[in-house]
Each structure stands twice: as structure tokens, then as C-alpha cells.
């Protein structure tokens, strides 16, 4: 069974479960709705919306994006479909590739139609902004292929659902819920040890403050919105966070490898 077979299975056992919908809909229904909801309600300009929607956006994405990735290894694994996978046989890496693609296909089709949908509620009810629809759209999307990469990892390396769902969830907390706490404490430590002085904080710190996917998102979409793609600066830019997040789509699944290559199924 090739890596293409793997991903044709993978979409069509989520078209079969509904998972597809299921989340389109949380993709949809927090950000649409809700920037709905603000486009009315405020008289703030089409560019202050949409990164208030983007804020939204990059606060849910993550979760839907690593519960979804999360069993795309350790739900085969469990039900012991897994080494019957094995035995047609595809390499372990074609399973991974083919997963990894599967799931990424479906993140962006739901990220794809929930960003549309939001960016069209504010371009309808402001009449305007519609040259932030591709980036607002695009740059969730990458995003969520983002936290995807980083979901695949983790079904990857782990030795049951169970383990892969606790550790999806603590990683979610790491790096969207409870961030900006990690972020001061990494900043006070330091200025403790003399790595960081009060009149300037220096780039290396400024860089560790876009390593999640989410942060370095909304980097990129303040860089557009802004009018800065293209500044000397390259954390303040458009190229750097499209880089960190693509990294991070390669990188875990690619460290999940190593453990699922050597992994005994039983």
C-alpha cells in the first residue's frame, strides 16, 4: 500500500465518520459567529476586526488541529489495525507520510472553509477588507497544518490514544493557554542571570516569543495588516513566522518517526 492509498484511506474513513463536518463546524461556528457578532456590534475598521477574528482563530484552531491529528497513528494502533496495515505491506514512513497528508488535507479544507466564511461576515456586513480575505484565510490555514504537524508527532511517538491525548492537551496548554506565563517567566529568568537588561530586549528573546505556530500566525498577519512584509527586521516580518510554522508542520512528525520506526507494536 503506497503513501497515496494510506491518504485515500485516511479521507475516506473520516468522510465515513463525519469527521470532516465535525470539524468544519468547530472551525466555523467560533469564528464566524463570533466576529459576526463583533462586526455588528463595534465601529472598528475591517483591519481591527479581522485581527480580532485572527486572535480568535489562532486561540481554537490548535486544539481542533491536535485532537484531530492526535489518533491518526495510536487509533490504528489500539484497534490493532495497525500491523495489519503493516503486513500489505507499506514502510512505516509511508504510513506516517500518508497519515500526516490525510490529516493535513483535512485540516485545510475545514481551516479553508471556516476562514472563508468568517472573512466573508466581515467583508459583508463592513464592506471592506477584502484585500485581508487571503492572508486571513491562508495564514490560518498554515497554522493549523502547523499544530497538525505537531499532532502527528505526537500520535507518532506515543504507545496508546490515551497517551497521545493527554499529551496533545498539555501541549495545547504549553503553547497557546498558558504561553504568555511561560513567555514572562523565560523573560524574568533572563534578566536574572544578565541575559536580558530593562532598556532592550534582545532578539534572541524576541525570537523564542514566536516559536508556537499560533504566535508566529499572529506575527504574520500583524506584518501584513501593517504593511511590514518586508522589513529589515525579520521577527517583526512576514518570512520569518511563515518559516517557524513550517517547521514546525516537518520537524515533529519527523521526530515522531524516529520513535514510531523503532516502536514495537506488539
Known amino acids: 500500500m503506497s503513501v497515496t492509498s494510506i491518504v485515500r484511506k485516511d479521507l475516506a474513513d473520516a468522510g465515513r465518520s463525519k469527521m470532516l463536518w465535525a470539524v468544519v463546524i468547530l472551525v466555523v461556528l467560533p469564528t464566524a459567529g463570533a466576529t459576526g457578532l463583533l462586526a455588528v456590534s463595534t465601529d472598528e475598521a475591517a483591519p481591527k476586526v479581522f485581527t480580532l477574528a485572527f486572535q480568535l482563530g489562532i486561540a481554537t484552531l490548535p486544539i481542533v488541529a491536535l485532537l484531530l491529528a492526535k489518533g491518526a497513528i495510536t487509533g490504528e494502533r489500539d484497534s490493532g489495525s495497525l500491523r495489519l496495515l503493516l503486513g500489505l505491506p507499506p514502510a512505516r514512513r509511508d504510513v506516517l507520510l500518508g497519515k500526516l497528508v490525510g490529516r493535513t488535507v483535512l485540516m485545510l479544507i475545514a481551516t479553508l472553509m471556516g476562514g472563508l466564511v468568517t472573512a ?23 497554522m493549523g497544518l502547523a499544530f ?119
Open 148 to 266: 497538525v504537524g505537531l499532532g502527528i508527532g505526537i500520535s507518532a511517538a506515543s504507545a496508546s490514544d490515551t497517551r497521545a491525548t493527554v499529551v496533545a492537551v498539555g501541549a495545547y496548554m504549553l503553547l497557546v493557554a498558558l504561553w504568555n506565563l511561560l513567555y514572562s517567566g523565560i523573560q524574568r529568568a533572563a534578566a536574572a542571570v544578565g541575559l536580558a537588561d530593562g532598556a532592550a530586549q534582545p532578539g534572541w528573546l524576541d525570537l523564542v516569543g514566536i516559536v508556537p505556530p499560533n504566535r508566529a500566525a499572529a506575527v504574520a498577519f500583524d506584518a501584513i495588516v501593517s504593511g511590514r512584509t518586508f522589513v529589515v527586521d525579520p521577527i517583526g516580518s512576514l518570512w520569518l513566522p511563515v518559516v517557524i510554522m513550517i517547521a514546525w508542520l516537518i520537524i515533529p512528525a519527523a521526530v515522531g518517526y524516529r520513535q514510531f520506526r523503532a516502536a514495537d507494536l506488539g
Open 120 to 142: 466573508l461576515v466581515v467583508v459583508a456586513l463592513l464592506g471592506s477588507g477584502v484585500t485581508l480575505v487571503m492572508p486571513f484565510v491562508g495564514l490560518l490555514g498554515l
